[in-house]
């Protein structure tokens, strides 16, 4: 059992603070009664993970609030002003090891050291009043990378639809001229030879495209639905008569048939392609 | 390695460190002294011309690399600001057109799937069952 479940008044986390209880679903629900008080304003001033944030204060506090002199004349001058403090620093140091080679007991020691001290610290805050403007410049740049994938992302798309669109057409024109190949009145195939005593029978194809040719020349007389049935009826008896000889059209469109008439659908799949 | 601003601290703090170092180790492993001379062993110490050598390439480095950052004088405030607000806007109006041609693709993705289905049923239609 979790000791936690046993006391109710003992919690690890800390409790939602007071003024959470105004905002109850009754008059979060009603807006328009406006009984749900305004949220409080934000705070500017706060302590996160035991350091403080003032949201107020300048990004970078001034020099002068830490308390050391401003060497640098100029804060635009950014390039200038860091070279100049660099040999600056180099003088310093030099200077504090002629004094302690002549006379280290002089106060001037001191004071070399804490013109060293100075300078440094100038340098290191010229750094950091930088550092802004180097994210205000990365956040443009950022944005101009991302404008530039999402063109070039808009392009290949472009492509892509364009080359698809293309391809289906292309298919389209291909599949339209196979059926036109196959609709189209073919040569009649060679008559087989008497002694194997095959003969040849018109089949389901030359069936169905009579069926189209003769149903678009009704459909502009209107007697649509009556001449299809009586198609199928035509068709069906001319299928599955059982004199004559068998032939291998004969027999392929009876197969055709058993699938097709099962399942009307099927012919009007070959019609769609049309 | 971190960029360039960090890197101009890392070697500001390195030439100071190697200020302090230098007179403190200098200092420290003196070999005795009269006044007035400097004796020969005073003279061949190597550390002293070690560190200075040191001291002089981190100034010369710090300097070469400040010349190298990309800055004019004046980064106004104002203008960057100006210049990601239209950022902004532009990358608004490309987001929106990638929607649209995001929704053509789909569209035609479903073209494409419906007819590959229409043909798979076709010939399996057509094929001659047993």
């Known amino acids: 059992m979790l000791p936690g479940l046993a006391a109710q008044t003992v919690s690890p986390f800390p409790n939602p603070p007071e003024y959470a209880q105004q905002y109850t679903s009754d008059r979060i629900d009603n807006v328009s009664t406006g009984s749900a008080p305004l949220p409080p304003h934000p705070h500017t001033e706060f302590c996160v ?8 204060d300048d990004v970078v506090a001034p020099l002068g609030n830490a308390g050391v002199r401003e060497l640098y004349a100029n804060k635009n001058h950014w390039k200038a002003e860091m070279k100049k403090l660099n040999r600056s620093a180099i003088i310093a140091f030099f200077d504090l090891v002629e004094v302690l080679i002549r006379a280290p007991d002089h106060p001037f020691r001191e004071e070399k050291m ?3 001290h100075t300078i440094f610290i100038n340098m290191h805050h010229l750094i950091n009043e930088f550092r802004p403007v180097q994210a205000r410049d990365s956040v443009r740049i950022l944005q101009e990378r991302q404008i530039e994938e999402l063109d070039n992302q808009s392009e290949h798309l472009h492509y892509m639809i364009f080359f698809s669109r293309k391809y289906l057409k292309d298919g389209r024109e291909v599949v339209e001229d196979q059926f036109g190949n196959i609709t189209r009145k073919l040569e009649k195939p060679p008559v087989p030879a008497e002694l194997s005593g095959v003969a040849l029978q018109d089949g389901l194809l030359h069936a169905l495209i009579e069926k189209k040719v003769k149903v678009a020349e009704e459909s502009e ?54 | 390695m971190a960029d360039r601003m960090t890197q101009l601290q890392d070697m500001i703090n390195e030439m100071a460190g190697l200020m302090t ?10 070999p005795p002294c009269e006044f007035g001379t400097i ?12 560190f200075a050598e ?7 480095n710090i300097e070469i690399l400040i010349d190298s950052f990309p800055i004019e004088a004046g980064n106004e405030e104002d203008e960057v600001e100006a210049k990601m607000v239209e950022n902004d806007k532009i990358q608004q109006e490309k987001v929106n057109e990638l929607l649209g041609l995001v929704g053509q693709s789909n569209r035609l993705v479903g073209v494409v799937q419906q007819k590959l289905s229409e043909i798979s049923k076709v010939q399996l239609n057509s094929r001659p069952n047993e």
């Open chain 1, 49 to 56: 993970f035991g350091e403080e944030y003032r949201l107020e």
């Open chain 2, 21 to 30: 170092n230098a007179i403190g180790v200098l200092q420290a492993t003196a």
């Open chain 2, 54 to 60: 040191s001291i002089a390439k981190a100034a010369k």
């Open chain 1, 221 to 274: 007389e209107g007697g649509q639905s009556e001449s299809l049935t009586q198609k199928n009826v035509h068709i069906k008896s001319f299928i599955s008569r059982e004199e004559g000889p068998p032939s291998v059209t004969h027999l392929l469109t009876r197969q055709f048939n058993d699938i097709s008439f099962k399942n009307d659908k099927s012919i009007g799949a070959i019609s769609e392609f049309s």
């Open chain 1, 114 to 116: 804490n013109d060293l």
């Open chain 2, 39 to 50: 004796s020969k062993e005073l003279a061949d110490e190597p550390n002293c011309q070690i």
